[in-house]
């Protein structure tokens, strides 16, 4: 598979076994997303084939499932159990007949669909459905709220809690712990360990897939590769196997110098017979690849000093939509001051980042930023005005008096090659989309970075990158991430978001108590 001059894969092949539980790990814009779509039949390869046993159920976690307007949360869980619903409605249609014919015949059937509804657990649904809104954080969304004005993370977990109503025999999951906190990713690892079906995983959580996988699939360099066993046993195996290249390289490039100094020494002379065969030779030598031709990313966001010593007071923010999420937050951030938010998702992180920045509507209290204050804002949503334009053209857009060169320059150096600057921002994986987005602060000023769950997507090597760029940047920073490990030795301080939540605390400790037994 490959899309203009970038070739993903090349004669790649793997086979999921039953019971097997598959992590699909690689850096970025290597062609995981892309391989879930070819599996699930979004995309057709270019050569080769995708295979599934008969009848063989499979679930997919489509981030970005058409759900229909006006659609509820409650009606939306219920469409997991459709078949059910219909098979109940058939058999009350039956006995209806039977109350008026007497047809034995029609009372036989209707207590075989009864039999196999009982069997499923057909009248025990909604205590599940309760089940599963529990276990994935979101117990605080009203059951009658309509989807399309949910979050985008709210979105995602009602999705995944689709999936894991309707119990397939294969479940296809995309970065599934990008909107969970960590209760509710300890429901998720413990719902997948108990699961006796397959599972294909994408994620960048390495934690999360050395607890529910035990083989590992690795794209790179154009192949997939299979490692058997859990997930540091098949790191071992990569790294292993990539020093065999490396040594395998080495000796070939030796082999290789050692024919064009041969062939340079004596092409025109009496052995040019011999010089002569030795470029035939190489000319069809299979060259091994070296196992480093992962593009690697690195940032870096202009400061614009400032002098002044209190960055931002927030002082008695009341924060909310129809009514207040949090308690009144005050805090300040001094100068070049960096603070992280914490607390589970949907307590209202995002929210009150929006009410300190204008985007909402505060309901009491203020938001002040020092007057010469100049703010690089990261939003979590991929969203874009158009999806059909191409990062060349985004920015563009935005910086008209910008050149291409210095663009594609700043995207390559954000780890987006010349190939994706030039696609259709739509067709890019999430990690793309969002190395597109840092690249845009890269291109004014700051002397203050607000990052919104900026790691969502990324591969651990740009996650590292991106942090040490925070962490070199003069200014202030507010940053928001459910990856703790991320802002550990970054921030100064840290904001417990999840203290200030407005809804009871005991009803916040049993939701997260249920969520982990």
Known sequence: MGFADKKLYDEASFTLNK?????????????KSTLIKIITGVELPISGSVRWQNNVSVGYLDQYADIPEGMTLIEFLHTAYKGLYQKADHMQKLYDEYAESFDDKLLEQAGRIQEELEAKNFYDIETEIERV????????????QAIANMSGGQRSKIILAKLILEDPDVILLDEPTNYLDTAHISWLEEYLNNFRGAVMVISHDYDFLEKVTNCIVNIAFGKITKYR????????QRAEREKAQQREYDKQQVEIEKAKAFIRKNKAGSRS???KSREKMLSHMELVDPPSTNIHASFNFPYEDTGSQNALVVDELSVGYDKPLLKPVSFSVNTDEKVGFQGFNGVGKSTLIKSILGILEPKGGKATFSPSAKV????????????KETPLQIIQNKYPKLEQKPIRTKLAKCGLDSANASKPIGELSGGEQTKVKLAMLEFTPSNFLIMDEPTNHLDDETKESLKQAINNFPGNAIIVSHETSFYNGLVDKVLDVEKLSLRDKDEIEKAQGQSNS
């Not at 066993?229 to 071992?236: E, P, T, V, Y």
Request: charge should be negative; avoid cysteine; glycine fraction near 16%.
């Open 273 to 275: 017979t011999m010089a």
């Open 229 to 236: 066993g859990d997930f540091q046993s098949a790191m071992r």
């Open 133 to 144: 809104i529990t276990g994935l954080g979101l117990d605080d969304v009203k059951r009658d």
């Open 19 to 31: 019971g097997e539980h598959m992590g699909i790990v690689g850096q970025n814009g290597v062609g």
């Open 376 to 387: 690089s804002y990261f939003s979590q949503d991929l969203v874009w005005s158009n999806d």
